[in-house]
């Protein structure tokens, strides 16, 4: 599957801003879906992922209660939605899709991989 994320920008502290991802194919609904991010000089790191039906979601704490991940398999697309963004959540932001059984929260456990968007929050 081809991933391509868009819906980064720039934003203040505490406002929001929604990240989407599109995957090409018709097997979008096997995948389980995540998002990562990497900061400057940072290593990539999890942020949510969705089951395949997307009747599970697993979050990493620092993001629990401010972003809400979901899908839409009808229209092969997930999206994050952020919400009361902080500076650290500066990151050029990832969408990939997993072939694993079970919530997938490593890197290694993706298969594909979007180009990234950019989410620059401002103080």
């Known amino acids: 599957v081809q991933l391509q994320a868009y819906g980064g920008g720039l934003v203040q502290t505490g406002g929001s801003l929604r990240v989407s991802c599109v995957g090409s194919?018709?097997?979008?609904?096997?995948?389980?879906m995540g998002w990562f991010r990497q900061a400057p000089g940072k290593e990539r790191e999890f942020v949510a992922a969705i089951s395949r039906g997307g009747g599970r979601t697993y979050y990493t704490d620092s993001v629990k209660g401010r972003f809400t991940i979901s899908r839409d398999n009808d229209k092969n697309t997930a999206a994050l939605q952020m919400n009361s963004l902080k500076p650290e959540d500066t990151a050029v932001y990832y969408c990939?899709?997993?072939?694993?059984?079970?919530?997938?929260?490593?890197?290694?456990?993706?298969?594909?991989w979007g180009q990234g968007t950019l989410v620059t929050v401002s103080s």
């Open positions: 990939a899709a997993s072939t694993a059984q079970g919530m997938a929260v490593m890197v290694y456990e993706y298969d594909f």
């Open positions: 194919g018709r097997t979008f609904n096997t995948y389980t």
